[in-house]
Every structure is written in C-alpha cells, then in structure tokens.
C-alpha cells in the first residue's frame, strides 16, 4: 500500500511532523523530487531536527530510507546530514538511486549569481541551486549518480561543461572560471563517499509492492509551488504533485492509494509572489509569534515566513491538483488568540468573485473574501480527543471540510509527535 504525504498550500505545512508519525508504521519512506531546498522540521525523544535531504523515516530503524530519481542530490549536504543525524546516536537504513541527479557546486553558485544579477526581480530562491540544476537536468547536461563512478566519461563530461559554463561565468557574471580538474576531483569524491548507499531504488520499490510493504512518499513544498500547476514563475523547478511520486520513483502510479494533503489552520508562505490573504503589521506580527517555530522562520532559509488567514480558494485547488483523499491540518493550537477568525472563501478580481484559484496575474489582482468564524480562546494544546475539543473548533475543521471538499481525518494541536488528533467519524 503506498500514501503520500503533500503539500496542499506553499510549502512548509508540517508535513514533516506527519510523515514522521505516518513514518512509524511505513516499511519505507521515499523522497521522490526536490532537494535541499525546503526543509522538515521533527520534533521527537531523539530531540529536533530540520532535515533537508534525508527522508523522515530515519528516526524508525527497521523502516528503509529511499532517496530517489526526481531528487536533486546534494551530496555535501546529504553527508553533513547523515552526520548529524548518526552524532545524536541514531541508526538508520539508507538508500540513493544510483539514477538519481546531482547537485554540484557550481549549480548553487549559479542559483546566488542569477538571483543577484535580477536585483529586484529576483524569484526568492532559497539559492540552493535548484533551478539551475533542473534547468541542466532538462537539458540533459546534468549528472546522474551512476555518472561519478565512470571516471574516464566523467572527465570527458567535465570539460565539455566547463567549457560552456566558463563562457557563462566570465562573460554574464564577471566571475572567475572554474577550474575543470577540480570540479572533477569533486564529482568523484563524491562519488567514491555515496557509493555504499547506491542501488537501483526502483527496483527495491517495485519489489516492496510485490511484497505488500507500506509505503510511504514523502513531498516537499506544496501543490502552489508545483512548477506546472503552481503560481508561475513563483514555484520550484520540480513537481510538488503526489502525482510526480510514481515519475520521480519509479513506481506505478495506480499503487498510490491515499493522497495524504498537508495544510496549516492559516496560511504561510516563504518566497516571492502574490499571497491574497497576507497579513501586515501588527497582525501579521501577533500571527507569527503565536505559530512560534511554525510562523517566524522558514526551515531552510532561515527567512521569516509571510503569514495571513486560510485560503480556502488556494487550499481546495492544492486539494484538487494533488489529488487528495484526504486533509491534514496542523497548527489550529496557534489560532486560540483570536476573538472571530476569517477564512477566505472566494476571491474578489475586478469585482467578480471567484472560487476557482485564477492564473498568477489574477492572484495578484484578488482580493479576499472572508466569512468569519467564531473563535476559541483558549489553549488546546494537550488535548487528545476529537470529542474534547471546543465545539468552535470543531466547526471551524468542518468549514474547512466543506470549504475543501476534503475528508479531514486528522488534526495537529502542538509541534510534538504525541500532539495528533484523530477524528474517526
Ligand atoms: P514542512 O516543510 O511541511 O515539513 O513544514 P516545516 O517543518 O518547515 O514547518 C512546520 C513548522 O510547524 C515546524 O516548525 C513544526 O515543528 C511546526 N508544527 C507542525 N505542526 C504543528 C502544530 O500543530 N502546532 C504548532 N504550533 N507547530 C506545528
């Protein structure tokens, strides 16, 4: 049986606290697309952490740890990862596709390079080289894991890279040429450090299948970041979709069977780009603080996260791409401060109100509609029942329920592993 677990909004959801407790009865936990460019941040006995390249059942030692084709690998990152990870006393089981793409250091340099030549432009990359490793990726002048044991082919590769490259560097940027010899040296050590966790990872996976394992896919970012379905040109250069699952590991698509969609009880976004519920100021600022680790920073960029009111407009068409089958949402202890609490239900664009989520241009046009919905003040922290939550919490998972058209099979109350609310109805 194979779930994934996705983003329905911009990302940083909390999918990594789900997948960590889906993670516990999961036989494999797979990344499928995206690099380090976005960050899961788990909380649990072993204390927290903020992973960025290895997938989220590594605090589960009997659970086998897939990084698969779509993934942009870096592998310095992956290397100071496993570290950390092994430092604080964990075990774990890993695999890399031996087909999966490689990160090198000259695609971050071109990622930091672009962004600054676009001055006010810029995209907000997280500047982890993502989009210039896609670019290359597309255009088949990228590397393959496989690609770094081949040393005579690598070289040859190499030098046909830099001869290109260096145009680029010199002439576009002013920078200083890279060097083809040690760019090589490079790609090798890589190459020769993840050599013991290489292997045909689709084959493992279609094996598992065969022999009924639990699956697990493990998205990152969120369906609006999704480069094809997304708020364009403000996306990520990979497919966010559960979708992509079966592309980016190899797998077949009909096998997944629930599409677990992530969101948060109000809305955050990290990055450039129109964001139609955003909150300013003082509001803005009281929302941040009260989501704590959740509101103030990205996970990765250490960026202080854009914040305003759900939306439900952008929610249901995350809902709808990813094709979900159902809906988490986390963060509703962060909500208690409020009196009344607006959910944005249809976006006003030139006076029309929609509920369809419009192209980019006209994201930057609406405005919110808000209904508003009745408030808890209280803290709900600590609790374990469906049952003994306030009754205006309640409607307020319902609202959305409807609002989604998305069975909502679970609520998160707190940052912790422990702080899950299962509703059973
Ligand atoms: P991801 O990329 O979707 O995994 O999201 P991140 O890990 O970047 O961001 C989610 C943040 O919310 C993390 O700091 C989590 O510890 C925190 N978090 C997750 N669920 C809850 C919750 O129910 N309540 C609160 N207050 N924080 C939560």
Redesign the pocket.
């Known amino acids: 049986m194979i779930r994934a677990i996705v ?1 329905a909004n911009w ?9 960590d407790i889906c993670a516990a009865d999961s036989d494999v936990v797979v990344r499928f697309q995206g690099g380090s460019n ?6 649990n006995e072993h204390g ?1 952490f ?1 992973l960025h390249q290895l997938p989220s059942g590594i605090f589960h030692p009997e659970t086998l740890n897939i990084i698969a084709n779509g993934v942009a690998l870096n592998i310095d990152y992956l290397l100071k990862e496993i570290a950390y990870v092994e430092n604080a006393g964990i075990k774990f089981n890993l695999m890399v596709s031996n087909r999966a793409g490689v990160l090198a250091p000259y695609h971050v340099l071109l990622d930091e390079l672009e962004e600054e030549r676009l001055g006010d432009r810029k995209f907000g990359s997280t500047k982890s080289g993502i989009a210039p490793f896609y670019s290359d990726k597309y255009a088949k002048v990228g590397f393959q894991v496989w690609e770094l044991f081949e040393e005579e082919y690598l070289k040859d590769k190499v030098t046909g890279i830099c001869d290109k490259l260096n145009i680029i560097l010199e002439h576009l940027y002013k920078r200083e040429k890279l060097d083809p010899e040690k760019l090589y040296e490079t790609l090798r050590g890589y190459g020769e450090k993840i050599a013991p966790y290489t292997g045909d990872t689709s084959e493992v996976l279609n094996k598992a299948i065969k022999e009924g394992k639990t699956i697990l896919m493990e998205g ?3 369906a609006l970041r999704d480069i094809d379905h997304g708020i364009y040109p403000y996306v990520t250069s990979s497919s966010t979709l559960a979708g992509y699952a079966s592309v980016g590991a190899g797998i077949p698509p009909y096998e997944i069977k629930d599409v677990i969609a ?1 969101t ?2 109000y809305s955050s976004s990290v990055g450039e780009g129109p964001f139609v519920t955003e909150l300013f100021d003082e509001e803005a600022e009281e929302l941040r603080k009260r ?5 103030e920073y ?3 960029t250490g960026r202080p996260r854009r914040v305003g009111f759900f939306d439900a407009v952008a929610t249901r068409y995350g809902c709808k791409v990813q094709g979900a089958t159902e809906l988490v949402i ?5 909500l208690g401060y409020l009196d009344e609490i607006p959910v944005c239900i249809g976006y006003d664009i030139d006076g029309e109100i929609t509920k369809d989520f419009p192209v980019t241009s006209n994201v930057y046009k609406a405005k919110p509609v808000y209904t508003k919905l009745p408030g808890w003040k209280q803290d709900i ?1 600590g609790i374990k029942e469906y049952d003994k939550l306030p009754p205006q919490v309640h409607d307020y998972i319902k609202f959305i329920e409807k609002e989604t058209n998305t069975k909502i099979k679970m ?5 912790r592993r422990d ?2 609310i299962y509703i059973n109805e």
């Open positions: 983003g990302g940083d959801e909390g999918k990594g606290k789900i997948t976005a960050g899961h941040t788990i909380i927290k903020s990152q970012l969120g992530i948060k009880a989501g704590g680790d959740a509101g990205g996970a990765t986390t963060c509703l202890d962060v922290r609520v998160s109350n707190g940052p702080e899950i």
